[in-house]
């Protein structure tokens, strides 16, 4: 069965913001953003923008009515920059005209004369400086300090992931509809309507009854539009509660890539210590993540770096301490992994340096230290179920890995130019928000007369197919076709204090909380069909749209019960909240179980390197998954192809590059490159793990949107493995992506460049 | 007033024909199935089919209509996503929808007209070609494994509509991937009478060829400005061989280069070496002078004609001359062109039986990206001597390099590795490239010499090369 939206996508019936109608007088704004990456403002000319054609007015800070306050986690970043600014792009004005073409060009004309600071781009630098977001945070195990020396060897180095734009296929966007009784309609592409309902009505200054935030779907997020789909409504919200007309704002995209956050880069120094038998007995690491001009979500993201320090290995001793390092770049959100794959990275780049230094493959170290049912995670969390073991070894038997190995050696030995490389990446990912206390969903289900069914919960669509799995376990709760259920809007009227789609979680929260509010509209309709058949509910099921009493089906069907129900004047519809079971953290003493559960995987890689002209691709990623009883093969799979070609290209073609100054010069899909047709590995292959057990995932499917992006992190060192077929490649610093430039630097045997 | 059949009507239209179809299609005319992804033609998203009419029928292609300026399809069918629905879904539609293809759906319609296109009119249903018909669309969600197993699915499906190459809108219809109102648009193109759109007076007009480069740089500006539409002046188009000379006009298409079956006879890499400029999307539009006009230090068409060594006419106010292309560039962005000139033509020698020629491009991406560096060399050996070498570079100068004194050099040396080595040391001296976004100068220089070593893999596959490198 397909998605409920798929047929109206081939046919490009589905609307998103900036294809909805728009009411008769609506305005459009355009965003006036800072020219120079850090400064005082001194004095600012908007006059000739107010005069140009077509403009209606022009919005700064002074004109917020409420707080200028967008920070969620930490309150530091104003909607609309009043004195100083901290980012190339950071929004000042906002600037509403009768059309787009209009705000725009007036934009142009807005003259600002800002007294100029030093910027600092360099998280190492921002941390020697103490310029650092939140305070930093250690987490340890066992004993570093006294494992080093029973250590037979030990690798150090440092290892630099870079940033990576969202690339969302539709840009940030925002329809604001003021209405009668103060009430502001805001549609928007976002995966938190409830921080955009709270952030408008801290901006407006009203109670957040009057914002009403409705998301149909979105066009590709990755986590770029958890915090940062919200400045865009809050500013279209201001400027039509102020016009009292409806304002629509779209950014276009070298603005969206210019003024909006992306992933973290990293800057990582490690140390790893091994016994004489290759297994792992002390790893120490300090994470500076250069966070931006702003926390948005950094904190956050830093604790799962720090949580998934260690991926899918035991290490009994274990010390890591992570930054939120202030820095004058727009300020990096979430995407995708959200810091899990910075942190894995330099786990798989520790493993490869003791393995080049061991002269040993790779394989055999990550063989040895997988995790295993009750090893102790370095925030104190034990692991459950062997997954990361059997994905392991079934890879390795089921992609012939040995063999081919060998095979690739034999081929490297003869072939002058064109290389080939292999490497194994296993994953370890934890399911729920870190943060406790959002893990928690509403859910409204209602049945109507027809037996039709309406369900809205607060899980946003934005193409991981969350819609087609809340549709099948409510048909399976109740015992109907899918067909029959439709699956609304989110809106916070509906369903209130929605937490973000995001964290891998929206089908497990809002479909645990689905189910149980078709429970409870369950247990009122077997009641009355019990009557009917002079049985008791106990004995009533509801199966194939039939009722059945015992082991036979009963003469009533779906539609003629609902009747019934109605009739006798019993409730059709409920609402139902679910919070996550056992979890818990504890910050201060940096130990708990904050997971459900893991999601564990290992996929292998291979690389083809042309050694003469410096370039790489990857051939096939072969992959064997654990996604439990998956609900939908076909969404689960496509996750997975996705979320693996996202991040072979965070590691190899997708180089954010800012001027000196810190301007984004790599502002467009011309000069940013993301995977295409020709890019995407001719290959890839996703076997889930058979036998699956997933205890704490709703109808025991898990989690599937992140997981496996940190597959893509097994491509960087597939290709590093041809490179070293050429000459050794030094492992004391490793830098990714691993662009065609740093591939050929490499093989010239320089150092990867700045 | 501009007339062209938009899917099903016949429409006429005020709007400045400068504006690019995507405005005109969202906002005038309320068609939201095209998305706006990028505005310069790098996502696909914005996809539509232009039909023109040819000898036998109607010939579509597809574009960007980002980057089509309203005022060119003037006499045309434009088809969007919305004049592909049908009642159901066209077989294009169920296969993506049987395959997952689609997740956010924003890419989706983009895709689905690029595939129909593709079912119009390839020769080919090789997955391969396929490819090449998607090429240029973005998708960020799917990592595009599913989309190819949509394609192999419909490929399969409907592997008889090569059968009847005349007949193939027929076919399709039939097969319900075109609606039935495609049957009669040749004679509805026919009774479109189309009118020279009015030039204003005061304003010289500018001439736009595809536009694949001006509205990218410039589509404010030119949204109100006169423009000259060159697709008009049929005299400016098509491929020719007048002896020994291959003459290829201004407005031929990149497209129709890669395809054309005589160059690809004397060039064999020419067919891989364009399929390596941008996308099937824009070489559907872009044009072989647009490219020279354009004067990028990195055109992949300039190097290319540069080691041709092609000449261009240029026809002006004062009568017609012919400039050599390699005198043609004098700066960054700066060439022998005056006001009211236009290239109109573009020749060089039909290369000799036996000629080795190469070209080597490398950049971020390796399809629908600008070249770090790119380079072509021709080669004319006889009994283990070059007897003539051109050699040129893009990249690492101010504008299209003609290597001209490593050209210079090969003449009468031996085929050797001494030989290859002594020339990658004066094509170092011949160039000055510049840290950019596309590679630091130390790279672009680095580059260089290693694709001028790869010429010679490509050319004389037997040295033994690989001692050259570090």
Same mark, same amino acid.
């Given at each position: 069965?397909?998605?409920?939206?798929?047929?109206?996508?081939?046919?490009?019936?589905?609307?998103?913001?900036?294809?909805?109608?728009?009411?008769?007088?609506?305005?459009?704004?355009?965003?006036?953003?800072?020219?120079?990456?850090?400064?005082?403002?001194?004095?600012?000319? !908007?006059?000739?923008?107010?005069?140009?054609?077509?403009?209606?007015?022009?919005?700064?800070?002074?004109?917020?009515?409420?707080?200028?306050?967008?920070?969620?986690?930490?309150?530091?970043? &104003?909607?609309?920059?009043?004195?100083?600014?901290?980012?190339?792009?950071?929004?000042?004005?906002?600037?509403?005209?009768?059309?787009?073409?209009?705000?725009?060009?007036?934009?142009?004309?807005?003259?600002?004369?800002?007294?100029?600071?030093?910027?600092?781009?360099?998280?190492?630098?921002?941390?020697?400086?103490?310029?650092?977001?939140?305070?930093?945070?250690?987490?340890?195990?066992?004993?570093?300090?006294?494992?080093?020396?029973?250590?037979?060897?030990?690798?150090? +180095?440092?290892?630099?992931?870079?940033?990576?734009?969202?690339?969302?296929?539709?840009?940030?966007?925002?329809?604001?509809? &003021?209405?009668?009784?103060?009430?502001?309609?805001?549609?928007?592409?976002?995966?938190?309507?409830?921080?955009?309902?709270?952030?408008?009505?801290?901006?407006?200054?009203?109670?957040?009854?009057?914002?009403?935030?409705?998301?149909?779907?979105?066009?590709?997020?990755?986590?770029?539009?958890?915090?940062?789909?919200? &400045?865009?409504?809050?500013?279209?919200?201001?400027?039509?509660?102020?016009?009292?007309?409806? !304002?629509?704002?779209?950014?276009?995209?070298?603005?969206?890539?210019?003024?909006?956050?992306?992933?973290?880069?990293?800057?990582?120094?490690?140390?790893?210590?091994?016994?004489?038998?290759?297994?792992?007995?002390?790893?120490?690491?300090?994470? *500076?993540? /250069?966070?931006?001009?702003?926390?948005?979500?950094?904190?956050?993201?830093?604790?799962?770096?720090?949580?998934?320090?260690? /991926?899918?290995?035991? $290490?009994?001793?274990?010390?890591?301490?992570?930054?939120?390092?202030?820095?004058?770049?727009?300020?990096?959100?979430?995407?995708?992994?959200?810091?899990?794959?910075?942190?894995?990275? !330099?786990?798989?780049? @520790?493993?490869?340096?003791?393995?080049?230094?061991?002269?040993?493959? #790779?394989?055999?170290?990550?063989?040895?230290?997988?995790?295993?049912?009750?090893?102790?995670?370095?925030?104190?969390?034990?692991?459950?179920?062997?997954?990361?073991?059997?994905?392991?070894?079934?890879?390795? @038997?089921?992609?012939?890995?040995?063999?081919?190995?060998?095979?690739?050696?034999?081929?490297?030995?003869?072939?002058?130019?064109?290389?080939?490389?292999?490497?194994?990446?296993?994953?370890?990912? +934890?399911?729920?928000?870190? /943060?406790?206390?959002?893990?928690?969903?509403?859910?409204?289900?209602?049945? *109507?007369?027809?037996?039709?069914?309406?369900?809205?919960?607060?899980?946003?669509?934005?193409?991981?197919?969350?819609?087609?799995?809340?549709?099948?376990?409510?048909?399976?709760?109740?015992?109907?076709?899918?067909?029959?259920?439709?699956?609304?809007?989110?809106?916070?009227?509906?369903?209130? /204090?929605?937490?973000?789609?995001?964290?891998?979680?929206?089908?497990?929260?809002?479909?645990?909380?689905?189910? $149980?509010?078709?429970?409870?509209?369950?247990?009122?309709?077997?009641?009355?069909?019990? #009557?009917?058949?002079?049985?008791?509910?106990?004995?009533?099921?509801?199966?194939?749209?039939?009722?059945?009493?015992?082991?036979?089906?009963?003469?009533?069907?779906?539609?003629?019960?609902?009747?019934?129900?109605?009739?006798?004047?019993?409730?059709?519809?409920?609402?139902?909240?679910? #919070?996550?079971?056992?979890?818990?953290?504890?910050?201060?003493?940096?130990? +708990?179980?904050?997971?459900? *559960?893991?999601?564990?995987?290992?996929?292998?890689?291979?690389?083809?390197?042309?050694?003469?002209?410096?370039?790489?691709?990857?051939?096939?990623?072969?992959?064997?998954?654990?996604?439990?009883?998956?609900?939908?093969?076909?969404?689960?799979?496509?996750?997975?192809?996705?979320?693996?070609?996202?991040?072979?290209?965070?590691?190899?073609?997708?180089?954010?590059?800012?001027?000196?100054?810190?301007?984004?010069?790599?502002?467009?899909?011309?000069?940013?490159? $993301?995977?295409?047709?020709?890019?995407?590995?001719?290959?890839?292959?996703?076997?889930?793990?058979?036998?699956?057990?997933?205890?704490?995932?709703?109808?025991?499917?898990?989690?599937?949107?992140?997981?496996?992006?940190?597959?893509?992190?097994?491509?960087?060192?597939?290709?590093?493995?041809?490179?070293?077929?050429?000459?050794?490649?030094?492992?004391?610093?490793?830098?990714?992506?691993?662009?065609?430039?740093?591939?050929?630097?490499?093989?010239?045997?320089?150092?990867?460049?700045? | 007033?501009?007339?062209?059949?938009?899917?099903?009507?016949?429409?006429?239209?005020?709007?400045?024909?400068?504006?690019?179809?995507?405005?005109?299609?969202?906002?005038?005319?309320?068609?939201?199935?095209?998305?706006?992804?990028?505005?310069?033609?790098?996502?696909?998203?914005?996809?539509?089919?232009?039909?023109?009419?040819?000898?036998?029928?109607?010939?579509?292609?597809?574009?960007?209509?980002?980057?089509?300026?309203?005022?060119?399809?003037?006499?045309?069918?434009?088809? %969007?996503?919305?004049?592909?629905?049908?009642?159901?879904?066209?077989?294009?539609?169920?296969?993506?929808?049987?395959?997952?293809?689609?997740?956010?759906?924003?890419?989706?319609?983009?895709?689905?007209?690029?595939?129909?296109?593709?079912?119009?009119?390839?020769?080919?249903?090789?997955?391969?070609?396929?490819?090449?018909?998607?090429?240029?669309?973005?998708?960020?969600?799917?990592?595009?494994?599913?989309?190819?197993?949509?394609?192999?699915?419909?490929?399969?499906?409907?592997?008889?509509?090569?059968?009847?190459?005349?007949?193939?809108?027929?076919?399709?219809?039939?097969?319900?991937?075109?609606?039935?109102?495609?049957?009669?648009?040749?004679?509805?193109?026919?009774?479109?009478?189309?009118?020279?759109?009015?030039?204003?007076?005061?304003?010289?007009?500018?001439?736009?060829?595809?536009?694949?480069?001006?509205?990218?740089?410039?589509?404010?500006?030119?949204?109100?400005?006169?423009?000259?539409?060159?697709?008009?002046?049929?005299?400016?188009?098509?491929?020719?061989?007048?002896?020994? %000379?291959?003459?290829?006009?201004?407005?031929?298409?990149?497209?129709?280069?890669?395809?054309?079956?005589?160059?690809?006879?004397?060039?064999?890499?020419?067919?891989?070496?364009?399929?390596?400029?941008?996308?099937?999307?824009?070489?559907?539009?872009?044009?072989?002078?647009?490219?020279?006009?354009?004067?990028?230090?990195?055109?992949?068409?300039?190097?290319?004609?540069?080691?041709?060594?092609?000449?261009?006419?240029?026809?002006?106010?004062?009568?017609?001359?012919?400039?050599?292309?390699?005198?043609?560039?004098?700066?960054?962005?700066?060439?022998?062109?005056?006001?009211?000139?236009?290239?109109?033509?573009?020749?060089?020698?039909?290369?000799?039986?036996?000629?080795?020629?190469?070209?080597?491009?490398?950049?971020?991406?390796?399809?629908?990206?600008?070249?770090?560096?790119?380079?072509?060399?021709?080669?004319?050996?006889?009994?283990?001597?070059?007897?003539?070498?051109?050699?040129?570079?893009?990249?690492?100068?101010?504008?299209?390099?003609?290597?001209?004194?490593?050209?210079?050099?090969?003449?009468?040396?031996?085929?050797?590795?001494?030989?290859?080595?002594?020339?990658?040391?004066?094509?170092?001296?011949?160039?000055?490239?510049?840290?950019?976004?596309?590679?630091?100068?130390?790279?672009?220089?680095?580059?260089?010499?290693?694709?001028?070593?790869?010429?010679?893999?490509?050319?004389?596959?037997?040295?033994?090369?690989?001692?050259?490198?570090?």
């Amino acid at each position: 069965m397909s998605s409920p939206d798929t047929f109206a996508h081939v046919r490009a019936e589905s609307l998103f913001v900036d294809d909805l109608p728009e009411p008769a007088g609506t305005l459009h704004a355009a965003v006036f953003g800072s020219p120079v990456a850090h400064g005082a403002i001194r004095a600012m000319d !908007v006059e000739s923008a107010a005069m140009a054609p077509g403009v209606i007015a022009i919005f700064t800070a002074r004109d917020i009515p409420g707080e200028n306050q967008l920070g969620v986690i930490i309150e530091d970043e &104003p909607l609309l920059a009043e004195d100083e600014v901290h980012y190339v792009g950071q929004p000042i004005a906002v600037v509403v005209a009768e059309s787009s073409a209009q705000a725009r060009e007036a934009v142009k004309r807005i003259a600002i004369d800002i007294d100029k600071r030093p910027p600092e781009f360099d998280p190492r630098r921002a941390a020697a400086r103490g310029d650092l977001i939140a305070p930093a945070r250690t987490l340890s195990l066992g004993n570093v300090d006294e494992a080093w020396a029973r250590c037979a060897t030990i690798v150090a +180095g440092r290892v630099d992931s870079g940033g990576q734009e969202h690339l969302y296929l539709e840009t940030q966007a925002a329809l604001a509809i &003021p209405e009668a009784r103060g009430r502001m309609r805001l549609y928007t592409g976002t995966q938190s309507p409830s921080v955009v309902q709270r952030v408008a009505a801290r901006i407006l200054a009203c109670p957040m009854h009057n914002i009403e935030v409705e998301v149909q779907r979105l066009g590709g997020a990755f986590g770029g539009k958890e915090e940062q789909a919200t &400045p865009w409504a809050a500013m279209a919200a201001l400027a039509a509660q102020n016009l009292q007309r409806p !304002v629509k704002l779209v950014l276009l995209r070298h603005e969206d890539m210019r003024m909006t956050g992306k992933r973290h880069p990293y800057s990582t120094d490690y140390r790893l210590g091994l016994d004489g038998n290759g297994r792992f007995l002390a790893f120490e690491a300090t994470y *500076y993540q /250069n966070s931006g001009a702003a926390a948005d979500l950094s904190p956050a993201i830093l604790e799962r770096s720090l949580f998934h320090a260690t /991926n899918s290995y035991f $290490i009994p001793n274990v010390q890591i301490t992570g930054m939120c390092c202030r820095t004058n770049l727009p300020p990096f959100t979430a995407f995708r992994g959200f810091g899990a794959p910075q942190a894995m990275f !330099v786990m798989e780049s @520790a493993i490869a340096a003791a393995a080049e230094i061991l002269n040993i493959p #790779a394989l055999q170290l990550q063989q040895a230290n997988l995790l295993r049912p009750g090893n102790e995670l370095p925030f104190g969390m034990r692991i459950e179920g062997d997954a990361s073991r059997r994905s392991f070894e079934t890879a390795l @038997a089921r992609f012939d890995v040995k063999a081919r190995r060998e095979e690739i050696a034999r081929h490297n030995e003869t072939s002058p130019y064109l290389k080939r490389g292999l490497a194994i990446m296993p994953i370890c990912f +934890g399911i729920s928000f870190t /943060n406790t206390t959002l893990n928690q969903a509403g859910a409204l289900v209602h049945i *109507y007369f027809d037996g039709s069914v309406s369900v809205s919960t607060g899980a946003v669509e934005m193409g991981q197919g969350v819609l087609t799995k809340l549709r099948r376990i409510v048909a399976f709760a109740l015992g109907i076709a899918e067909t029959r259920v439709r699956l609304e809007s989110t809106n916070t009227t509906r369903v209130a /204090n929605i937490s973000p789609t995001s964290a891998s979680t929206g089908t497990d929260l809002n479909g645990a909380a689905a189910v $149980i509010a078709c429970r409870l509209i369950m247990e009122r309709l077997k009641t009355v069909a019990a #009557a009917l058949h002079d049985t008791t509910p106990e004995r009533i099921a509801i199966r194939e749209e039939r009722v059945w009493i015992g082991d036979t089906c009963g003469p009533l069907d779906w539609h003629t019960l609902v009747q019934t129900a109605y009739s006798q004047r019993v409730d059709l519809s409920a609402h139902a909240f679910y #919070a996550t079971p056992d979890i818990h953290y504890d910050k201060k003493n940096e130990k +708990g179980h904050p997971f459900a *559960y893991h999601v564990c995987g290992t996929a292998v890689v291979e690389a083809r390197l042309d050694a003469l002209r410096g370039t790489a691709a990857i051939e096939s990623v072969q992959i064997i998954h654990d996604a439990g009883r998956s609900l939908d093969l076909l969404v689960d799979r496509g996750q997975v192809e996705g979320a693996v070609v996202q991040g072979i290209g965070w590691l190899t073609i997708e180089e954010l590059v800012h001027s000196p100054e810190g301007r984004l010069l790599s502002d467009s899909l011309s000069s940013y490159k $993301i995977p295409d047709f020709h890019f995407a590995p001719p290959r890839i292959e996703v076997d889930f793990l058979e036998d699956p057990s997933a205890p704490g995932a709703v109808m025991q499917s898990k989690a599937i949107g992140e997981p496996p992006f940190m597959y893509g992190i097994g491509a960087f060192f597939a290709i590093r493995a041809a490179m070293r077929s050429v000459r050794d490649i030094p492992c004391d610093l490793i830098r990714a992506p691993l662009t065609n430039e740093q591939i050929l630097r490499q093989l010239e045997g320089l150092p990867p460049a700045e | 007033m501009i007339r062209f059949i938009l899917n099903r009507d016949l429409i006429s239209t005020t709007t400045a024909p400068g504006t690019t179809l995507l405005d005109l299609l969202r906002r005038e005319r309320n068609l939201k199935g095209t998305k706006e992804g990028c505005r310069e033609g790098d996502c696909g998203a914005c996809t539509v089919l232009v039909g023109s009419r040819s000898p036998d029928g109607v010939q579509y292609r597809s574009a960007a209509s980002c980057l089509l300026p309203v005022g060119d399809l003037d006499g045309k069918h434009l088809v %969007t996503i919305e004049g592909l629905n049908g009642d159901g879904l066209s077989p294009v539609q169920q296969a993506i929808v049987d395959e997952g293809a689609t997740q956010c759906g924003f890419c989706t319609p983009g895709i689905v007209v690029a595939l129909t296109g593709f079912l119009l009119t390839s020769t080919s249903l090789a997955m391969e070609d396929a490819l090449a018909a998607v090429e240029g669309n973005i998708c960020r969600c799917t990592g595009y494994t599913s989309i190819l197993r949509a394609i192999e699915r419909l490929v399969a499906s409907i592997d008889t509509i090569l059968a009847d190459p005349l007949n193939r809108i027929h076919t399709l219809v039939e097969a319900s991937i075109l609606p039935a109102y495609f049957l009669d648009m040749a004679s509805r193109l026919d009774n479109i009478a189309t009118n020279e759109s009015p030039k204003t007076a005061h304003e010289t007009p500018v001439p736009v060829a595809g536009g694949t480069d001006l509205f990218v740089q410039q589509a404010d500006r030119l949204q109100n400005h006169a423009l000259y539409f060159l697709s008009k002046d049929l005299r400016l188009h098509g491929i020719r061989i007048e002896k020994d %000379t291959i003459i290829i006009g201004a407005t031929t298409t990149v497209e129709e280069l890669k395809g054309d079956t005589r160059l690809r006879e004397r060039l064999p890499a020419w067919e891989r070496a364009l399929g390596l400029v941008s996308s099937t999307l824009i070489r559907n539009r872009a044009t072989l002078a647009g490219n020279i006009i354009n004067a990028s230090p990195i055109g992949d068409l300039t190097i290319l004609l540069l080691a041709l060594n092609a000449r261009l006419t240029i026809r002006g106010p004062s009568g017609v001359r012919c400039v050599s292309l390699d005198a043609f560039y004098r700066g960054y962005k700066q060439f022998d062109l005056n006001e009211g000139e236009l290239v109109t033509e573009i020749r060089f020698p039909c290369p000799p039986l036996g000629n080795r020629f190469n070209f080597e491009k490398v950049s971020r991406r390796e399809h629908l990206d600008i070249a770090s560096v790119n380079t072509a060399m021709l080669v004319e050996e006889v009994d283990g001597y070059i007897t003539k070498a051109r050699l040129s570079a893009g990249g690492v100068a101010p504008s299209p390099l003609f290597l001209t004194r490593s050209s210079a050099y090969l003449s009468g040396k031996p085929v050797s590795i001494e030989t290859v080595m002594e020339l990658t040391q004066l094509v170092d001296a011949e160039i000055a490239p510049i840290d950019d976004v596309r590679g630091t100068a130390h790279y672009k220089r680095s580059l260089l010499r290693r694709l001028v070593i790869a010429h010679f893999v490509e050319c004389f596959p037997r040295l033994a090369l690989e001692e050259l490198l570090p």
